[in-house]
């Protein structure tokens, strides 16, 4: 069965830094991968999605994320945090044409320090 | 266009009540999840539906939830009776076509407190 394993609950970067969170994907066949976040109080919106194109996806917000098949990695970059980029993200994998349901991972929390 | 509604926003309700949560998916869209949210467990898909008509329910903790969708814009999740474990924020989230494939839209959520 395919699973998503994000690596840290929660992550700490300085506003203007880096952001570089964690996504392995298990799956016998090549999946479909995506990127959620959550904002406080709100469901989860879709920042990408990966479905057997172009390997490097451009989502929303300038984040961006590479699916690499040697590493079995999905790991979400944006070069600067915002402020406004405080949330929890959702990395979550399904099968193509078999599985009508996505398989959503624990989620990483993403803190900006100012 | 609307996106997904879900009433009530907040419910407080004493345990052994009945709980009824409401969902509008978004019109066209012919997939309807019920997800719930704990810190302790993250997000669990309890069941979904595909044109009204249940697919999977094994995410159903137990007998005393139960979901329906009459039709294609109303679905409800039935919490009889509640147990304060029921305390979680429940989400439903609706797509076009296979929900594997094309992004599920979410509401806003149900948080339910249950003391």
């Known amino acids: 069965a395919q699973s998503v394993t994000q690596l840290g609950s929660h992550v700490s970067v300085s506003e203007g830094a880096l952001v570089l969170l964690r996504c392995n994907y298990s799956?016998?066949?090549?999946?479909?991968l995506f990127w959620y976040v959550q904002y406080p109080n709100q469901g989860l919106q879709l920042l990408l999605k990966?479905?057997?194109?172009?390997?490097l996806v451009k989502g929303i917000n300038g984040f961006e994320a590479e699916f690499k098949k040697s590493e079995t990695s999905f790991h979400l970059t944006k070069p600067s945090a915002h402020m406004s980029d405080a949330a929890e993200y959702f990395c979550?994998?399904?099968?193509?044409?078999?599985?009508?349901?996505?398989?959503f991972g624990k989620g990483t929390r993403l803190h900006i320090l100012p | 266009d609307a996106g997904v509604i879900q009433s009530p926003r907040h419910e407080v309700t004493e345990m052994g009540q009945e709980v009824t949560l409401r969902c509008k998916p978004i019109?066209?869209?012919?997939?309807l999840f019920w997800y719930r949210q704990t810190m302790m467990r993250g997000l669990e898909l309890l069941i979904y539906f595909n044109n009204n008509v249940p697919i999977d329910d094994s995410g159903m903790p137990e007998d005393r939830f139960s979901a329906k969708m009459p039709n294609a814009s109303f679905s409800t999740l039935k919490i009889q009776p509640s147990e304060p474990r029921d305390s979680a924020v429940y989400f439903c989230?609706?797509?076009?076509?296979?929900?594997?494939?094309?992004?599920?839209?979410f509401g806003d959520g149900t948080r339910l407190s249950i003391l």
């Open positions: 990966y479905t057997s194109a172009a390997t």
């Open positions: 019109s066209g869209h012919d997939y």
């Open positions: 979550a994998v399904s099968v193509p044409v078999r599985d009508d349901k996505i398989i």
């Open positions: 799956s016998s066949v090549p999946p479909y």
């Open positions: 989230a609706s797509s076009r076509g296979t929900g594997g494939n094309q992004p599920q839209h």
